[in-house]
């Protein structure tokens, strides 16, 4: 059974910065691309950013490009997002996922395990 666990979410004030992680268990977590999604109210859950499974290769939506940076630690089975100079449209609730290739992509589908998600609420 895969299970993954996001933390570090929380409230702050625009410009300021906060780290999220997501530890994975029960799954050969260094084999497999990570992403992190968000999703807002009334919108569409979409890809923030994603990780191949060496590390080597990230990829980020344009609204994050120059502001968050994501990153693993396969020792530790932990994937991270540093997300620094918050918008208020950064607002929402935060989830990582396991994608079923060493690669990932930007469908949310091709990510077969999610976790509870954690929210991030920017005040202007």
């Known amino acids: 059974q895969v299970q993954l666990v996001e933390s570090g979410g929380g409230l702050v004030q625009a410009g300021d910065s906060l780290r999220l992680s997501c530890a994975a268990s029960?799954?050969?977590?260094?084999?497999?691309?990570m992403g992190w999604f968000r999703q807002a109210p009334g919108k569409e859950r979409a890809l923030v950013a994603r990780?191949?499974?060496?590390?080597?290769?990230?990829y980020y939506v344009d609204s994050v490009k120059g502001r968050f940076t994501i990153s693993r630690d396969n020792a530790k089975n932990t994937v991270y997002l540093q997300m620094n100079k918050l918008k208020p449209e950064d607002t929402a609730v935060y989830y990582c996922?396991?994608?079923?290739?060493?690669?990932?992509?930007?469908?949310?589908?091709?990510?077969?395990?999610w976790g509870q998600g954690t929210q991030v609420t920017v005040s202007s």
């Open positions: 990780i191949s499974w060496s590390g080597g290769s990230t």
């Open positions: 029960g799954r050969t977590f260094s084999s497999h691309a």
């Open positions: 996922a396991i994608s079923r290739g060493q690669f990932g992509t930007n469908r949310y589908y091709e990510y077969d395990y």
